[in-house]
């Protein structure tokens, strides 16, 4: 258990990618807290099974858009555990569709959640981090490489964090926190499902021919997260099945 007696808190974190990060935390011996917007259902499920390991867990509703809902919930942890060592920026929204279709609204949404939520999530965890102090957010193979039309705005907001990662890590380096992006590839989730319409297409980009599952980019997470990663700072980890090769 590389994570014992530590506290995360994931964003995003009751379903698909997000769940698969707090289970894996759990597994490692983390105490986790996790937001999540409308699945509260999906949300105490992953409490359960948090519960059932024995360690403790703790859901927020929380949307990353709101400025003082992100920020509350960093908040709301550190009150319930009394510390924090990992912050894990999952929660993110994917528009899609021609950039002449995009609206004024869709864009500052999807800025707002990618993005300044990230941003206002790294800065309140920053006064309870120590030596030691984890930040991984979870960007997207899309930030580097764009293979089709009608996901500009998507690939904009995420290569944002690319810029954030690095000048966050050189910021907190002396504090001996790191700070490092999970590049996700095509992944099976309830929002990307394996057996989707275009699920053959997406497999044609990659180096394997098959998904990445939940656990693939956890396992990632988990290692940055642990000691591991103690070396590993303002960088992207690709864990794509070979989408960047």
Do not use: W
């Not at 894996?24 to 983390?30: D, M, N, P, R, S």
């Not at 990307?192 to 044609?204: F, G, R, T, Y």
């Not at 956890?218 to 990663?229: I, K, P, R, T, W």
């Amino acid at each position: 258990m590389t994570l014992k007696n530590k506290v995360a808190l994931v964003t995003g974190g009751s379903r698909g990618i997000g769940a698969a990060i707090v289970k894996k935390l759990v597994q490692e011996g983390a105490h986790v807290a996790s937001t999540y917007v409308n699945s509260e259902d999906k949300a105490q499920e992953v409490l359960s099974e948090i519960t059932d390991l024995g360690q403790r867990g703790f859901a927020i509703r929380a949307d990353s858009g709101d400025p003082k809902e992100i920020m509350e919930a960093v908040e709301q942890t550190v009150a319930e555990f009394n510390q924090l060592d990992i912050l894990v920026n999952n929660a993110g929204i994917f528009p899609a569709g021609p950039l002449d279709d995009v609206t004024l609204q869709e864009l500052d949404r999807t800025l707002a959640v990618n993005v300044r939520g990230v941003f206002l999530a790294s800065q309140a965890a920053l006064k309870y981090l120590g030596a030691g102090g984890r930040i991984i957010s979870i960007g997207s193979c899309f930030a580097h490489h764009v293979p089709k039309p009608g996901i500009s705005l998507y690939a904009m907001s995420k290569s944002a964090l690319i810029g954030f990662t690095k000048g966050l890590a050189r910021d907190v380096g002396s504090r001996q926190i790191t700070v490092n992006i999970v590049d996700p590839g095509s992944t099976n989730t309830d929002m990307n499902p394996v057996d989707s319409p275009n699920a053959e297409e997406k497999i044609k980009l990659l180096a394997l021919d098959h998904f990445g599952e939940g656990k693939d980019i956890a396992g990632m997470v988990s290692f940055l997260a642990g000691e591991g990663g103690r070396f590993i700072t303002g960088t992207c980890i690709a864990v794509d099945g070979g989408f960047g090769a």
